[in-house]
């Protein structure tokens, strides 16, 4: 039963409205004043207060005001009574929290309603709305009919479509499965900005869509197509709902059949839902915006309040005769008054009796001065105390009520004072905040910000000491990265195992958490911090990762002095401290990633360049010492059938004291040192001895020199250069250039004690290897008749096949990384390292060496292997893989470079092989020509004596003598043919034709002429065809005859009796093309292009039948050549052929044609 409670002043009506509500089965309690509703509302919390506007003392407004600011109260739902004109009671009730109001005379069936609906609340509202939608999404179903009716809402403040209702006809169960299976983070939604989604697109667009088939939702939202396929649905009929051309949302019918469009009725049913549908959502979304802005008045007032409550100042409300009407909680505080005693008390029962006649005249003259003025009074605390305060006063009324209600300002100075104490030290604060931010985005380096921060800290924190610890992932250590402060050297000094860290600086870590510590001496004194005499401290973790990975610490000898604002700044300040830390982190990790891909680029570059393979590798072992900050690097290839590794390149440079790269004969350094005179050994020097040779083959060197280094007039040390791969003698001038390197060098330094230095030695070895050309260079102190290593640079760069040759077992660390393809670090101490893998490296005891090996097509083709003097050295992954990845392009280069010098060799080969045979060609071309010299004038003699005899001048011949002579005779000209053809063809390669322009009609008549006669015995038809504007061509018209003989001849020679060969001519672009077409015997395609070579037949058994030499085609395509055209047949086996060639028309056509 809900519990009513009736206010009014007047019995009567409290009486009636009474029994009223109780006839309605309400509890109802009553109340007559003001005051008196406030108690019974705190205490009894009614369901619904009914409140009458005109009460004398505290009328219905401010009691509805009071009602809002008290938190037990705020909430209850306030229905306003009032005889005021409605408008300026409304806006009044609105405005003190009223929920609703209803004017005199009362209306009770209005008044049931209202009840009814506030007691009901927004959230019966919101279901009732919710019911409707429902309601209309089941009616679709049996009315249409179809088998799902599915209604979504507009959603405008964050454009989106929502689910709102749905119905299947399958029942409840279909219906939750189908919006199960569109759910997405436990809602459907569909942005308004996916204008191509159909049902996006319906909304937007405002036309209705029917009967569309599934298939075209299912580009589109295949989540959507297979939730109506679930359902079994074929169609669906999308109605968008629009109020005045707002879009409020859509309605999905969705069908097994087309719905019915094209009738009366069905139309009429589609209008109707659609029209209803868009009712319901329209009146729903009104009750919901109803519902928010009355949440937002609320809102508002209660906000409007707590702005009030939470002031600096208090504020109080008092009509003319001084008595208060409204307080914030501030004044509460300031006076120590309660709200409740205040709203009965009179301005002047706030001070004290000196100032009473003050204050009223203050409230008195209220209004009449149309000014602020402030004033000073004492304050009379509940407690008696006095303070005090300034009285603010605004001269105009805030409200009209009881006649006139004016703004008193209480502002408590004491605290005042305070708080302008707190704004400098915030001050201070954000100051030393902003340095340290300016700091960490500029350009300074990572010490500068460090110290700039640890310097905010301990000046704005009043510290004597501030300092950041580290943690220190790879030692497992904690220790100090910068202090500053007057006992910076004692806490540089602190350094802790992970273990050790107690205390602060242990709880830090630990937690994660800032802390603070006063005079807690045995809190400090237990850890890293003993002995500092420091009292008070302030920690705050760095957090990088989301892991503590420092502490800020700030230190002081004074106890308590440091708060829980400092620890705030500290944390601020910690924060910053991390930021520039990992982005200091982070530019150096981007520089190593830049100098990664930059020494890949031009690893790269170099491999797919035009330099030889020796040159590339020697580029990619330089980039990869200065890249991975290495000392060595040697580059080896892999002989697979061989199992043996051949060293290409070697290169190496260091600094460290008594370590060498490479194995030398000291005893040849020390006599150059005591003789102070270049010692020099090379293998073609024959007077040092064979043991001298012996030495230099042990060591892998051709030539070593030695050179004093003389530094104020005595040796202090000796320079070793060598040759290792060049055999080559070092010259006079080689020695006095590299003597003149140091001389050079001695000039220039500016410190002589400290000539071994690096940068010194540096330079020396550098001036040495360019003055010299040597390939390996190592300098020593010399003291006490002994040597040291202190510098060591060289590179050595072996060709494919001259490099030192190093057999790999199954046992060898290399066989398994060039076996499986992957690279491994390994120490030089390594027990698994055999003596074969050591004699492929520098003799180091320690050290660290990473192997890669060279990848060309899945297989390794050979291996780069990396030294670190530095035996604690750890190789990343980032580093073994930029290793890897230059491996690989240098195995490709590998690669292609002997697949160049297979190709280089064979095409060697291929030349002399050619050579070969075309000096073969040419000796056979001279016999040819000799011989044919040589038959020339017996048959002539023959020839001409078979002639004699033919015509019988030397007597009568019988029968059979004259057939012998009739053969001789054709022999004898098949013979002179062959002869002529042979030297034409010898004549044609070597002649410089005389061309003049002329028509291949006229040529091609010529020959005709000239081979009529075998034509006849053949009964052979010739004919031409020729265009009417016939092209002029540059030619040798004899030499152009011979080629129509030639072709005419070899048609006559392949066509049956009877039949017709055709000579056509025709004009092209730029060229005329000429065939010559017969119905011969015909060629196979595959020997289209060996029948222009010369002496080639393509039957043996058509030479007997036919004759020829094989000859006439080559000198008719070698004749076309030479006039700048080209020859090609067509033809097939017993179909004839077509022989043709192409001329270039002459450049004077025109001219001759005009």
Not at 228 to 251: M, R
Not at 824 to 846: G, H, N, Q, W
Not at 890 to 914: C, D, I, K, P, V
Not at 1086 to 1096: T, V
């Amino acid at each position: 039963m809900a519990q009513i409670l009736v206010v009014d002043d007047e019995p009567e009506s409290v009486d009636l409205l009474a029994s009223w509500l109780a006839a309605r089965d309400f509890d109802v309690l009553t109340a007559y004043s003001g005051q008196e509703a406030l108690e019974l509302a705190a205490t009894h919390q009614p369901d619904l207060i009914i409140l009458d506007v005109i009460m004398p003392v505290i009328d219905g407004i401010e009691t509805c005001r009071r009602l809002r600011r008290d938190p037990r109260t705020h909430e209850l739902p306030v229905l306003l009574i009032t005889a005021h004109d409605p408008v300026e009671g409304r806006v009044a009730g609105l405005s003190a929290g009223a929920n609703d109001f209803i004017t005199k005379p009362v209306n009770l069936q209005d008044l049931a309603r209202r009840i009814d609906s506030l007691l009901a609340g927004p959230q019966a509202s919101a279901a009732q709305g919710q019911r409707l939608l429902a309601d209309v999404v089941e009616a679709a179903i049996p009315t249409m009919p179809c088998n799902l009716a599915w209604l979504l809402e507009v959603d405008s403040n964050e454009q989106v479509l929502r689910s709102r209702a749905a119905a299947s006809s399958r029942g409840d169960w279909a219906t939750e499965q189908f919006l199960q299976n569109l759910e997405e983070n436990g809602e459907i939604r569909f942005s308004l900005e996916h204008t191509e989604h159909p049902l996006i697109n319906i909304v937007l667009n405002g036309h209705a869509e029917f009967n569309v088939a599934l298939s075209d939702l299912r580009s589109h939202d295949h989540r959507l197509y297979r939730a109506l396929t679930n359902l079994d649905l074929y169609y669906v009929t999308l109605l968008p709902l629009q109020v005045g051309g707002i879009p409020l949302g859509i309605l999905l019918i969705g069908t097994r059949e087309p719905c019915d469009v094209e009738t009366t009725r069905g139309r009429q049913l589609l209008t109707a839902l659609t029209s209803q549908a868009t009712s319901v959502v329209n009146n729903v979304r009104l009750t919901r915006l109803l519902a928010e802005r009355e949440s937002v008045s609320q809102r508002e007032e209660l906000f409007r309040q707590t702005l009030l409550d939470v002031m600096s100042d208090g504020l109080l409300v008092h009509d003319k005769q001084g008595r208060i009407r409204f307080v914030n909680k501030r004044l509460t505080v300031i006076t120590g008054y309660n709200e409740q005693q205040l709203n009965t008390m009179m301005l002047e029962d706030l001070f004290p009796t000196g100032e009473k006649n003050r204050v009223r005249r203050l409230a008195s003259d209220a209004g009449d001065i149309r000014r602020t003025v402030a004033f000073e009074f004492r304050l009379r605390r509940a407690d008696g105390s006095i303070r005090e305060v300034v009285l603010t006063r605004s001269g105009s009324a805030v409200s009209q009520a009881n006649g006139g209600e004016y703004l008193l300002v209480v502002t408590d100075t004491s605290e005042r004072k305070a708080r302008e104490a707190t704004l400098v030290r915030q001050t201070h604060h954000i100051n030393a905040l902003s340095r340290a931010t300016q700091m960490v985005s500029s350009s300074f380096s990572l010490d500068q910000i460090i110290l700039t921060i640890l310097e905010e800290a301990r000046r704005v924190m009043r510290a004597s000491n501030s300092l950041i610890l580290l943690r220190d992932e790879e030692r497992a250590r904690i220790s100090v990265r910068a202090v500053v402060g007057p006992k910076r050297r004692m806490l540089n000094s602190i350094s802790l195992s992970w273990d050790e860290a107690q205390g602060v600086i242990g709880r830090v870590f630990q937690e994660g958490q800032p802390l603070v510590l006063g005079n807690e001496g045995g809190m400090v004194e237990t850890d890293a911090l003993a002995g500092t005499m420091t009292r008070s401290v302030a920690a705050a973790p760095l957090i990088m990762h989301e892991e503590v990975s420092g502490v800020l610490l700030v230190l002081d000898e004074e106890p308590d002095n440091f708060d829980d604002r400092d620890l705030e700044l500290l944390q601020s300040l910690a924060h910053s401290a991390a930021v520039a830390i990992e982005n200091d982190s982070l530019y150096d990790e981007a520089q190593r990633r830049v100098r990664e891909l930059t020494l890949l680029l031009e690893a790269s570059e170099a491999a797919s360049s035009a330099f030889a393979i020796e040159e590339v590798m020697e580029k990619v072992t330089h980039q990869l010492l200065e890249a991975l900050n290495v000392n060595y690097c040697m580059i080896a290839g892999w002989e697979h059938d061989e199992a043996r590794l051949v060293r290409l390149v070697e290169t190496g440079q260091h600094s460290e004291a008594a370590i060498r790269l490479r194995h030398h004969n000291d005893e040849i350094a020390l006599a150059a040192a005591r003789s102070t005179s270049p010692y020099v050994l090379s293998l073609e020097d024959t007077t040092r001895g064979s043991e001298v040779a012996a030495l230099l083959t042990d060591l892998g060197i051709h030539t070593q020199v030695s050179l004093p280094v003389i530094v104020d007039r005595r040796v202090v040390g000796v320079a070793e250069l060598y040759d290792v791969a060049k055999a080559r003698s070092f010259s006079d001038d080689s020695l006095e250039r590299a003597r003149e390197a140091i001389r050079a060098w001695r000039e220039r330094l500016p410190e002589p004690d400290r000539w071994h230095s690096p940068p010194f030695v540096n330079d020396l070895a550098s001036r040495l290897s360019d003055a010299s050309g040597v390939e390996w260079c190592t300098i020593m102190t010399y003291t006490d008749d002994s040597l040291t290593a202190c510098y060591e640079e060289g590179r050595v760069i072996w060709s494919l096949d001259e490099g030192q040759f190093f057999p790999v077992h199954e046992d060898s660390v290399y066989w398994a990384a060039l076996r499986d393809n992957i690279p491994f670090v390994i120490r030089s101490d390594d027990p698994s390292l055999t003596k074969a893998d050591r004699a492929l490296l520098p003799d180091l005891e320690e050290g660290v060496m990473l192997v890669a090996p060279l990848m060309s097509r899945g297989l390794a083709v050979g291996m780069v292997v990396l030294f670190d003097l530095d035996g604690e050295r750890q190789f990343t992954m980032s580093e073994m893989s930029l290793a890897q990845t230059i491996a690989n392009v240098t195995g490709h280069a590998l690669e292609n470079a002997h697949l160049f010098s297979e190709l280089s060799h064979r095409a060697a080969q291929l030349e002399m092989a050619y050579n070969h045979l075309r000096e073969a060609d040419r000796l056979k071309d001279e016999v040819i020509q000799n011989v044919s010299h040589e038959l020339r004038t017996p048959l002539t003699l023959i020839m001409g004596y078979a002639e004699l005899l033919a015509d019988q001048d030397m007597g009568m011949l019988s029968p059979n003598q004259m057939e012998a002579v009739e053969i001789i005779t054709e022999k004898s000209s098949q013979l002179a043919r062959l002869v002529e053809d042979i030297l034409t063809v010898r004549l044609i390669e070597s002649e410089n034709l005389r061309r003049a322009p002329a028509l291949l009609s006229e040529v091609s008549e010529i020959a005709i002429r000239s081979i009529e006669s075998a034509a006849r015995r053949a009964n052979i038809t010739i004919v031409t065809r020729v265009d009417s504007h016939e092209a002029l061509v540059n030619i040798n018209k004899s030499r152009m005859v011979q080629v129509f003989e030639n072709l005419l001849s070899n048609a006559i020679k392949f066509s049956p009796s009877g039949a017709t060969i055709a000579i056509e001519i025709e004009d092209g672009e730029h060229t005329v093309e000429t065939r010559v077409i017969d119905r011969g015997m015909g060629i196979p395609e595959e020997e289209h292009d060996r029948i222009w070579w010369r002496f080639y037949q393509v039957d043996g058994s058509t030479t007997r039948q036919f004759g020829g030499t094989g000859l006439g085609l080559a000198i008719v395509k070698r004749v076309v050549e030479q006039h700048d055209g080209h020859v090609w047949v067509r033809s097939r086996p017993g179909e004839g052929s077509t022989f043709g060639f192409t001329l270039p028309i002459a450049d004077n056509t025109e001219n001759v044609r005009n």
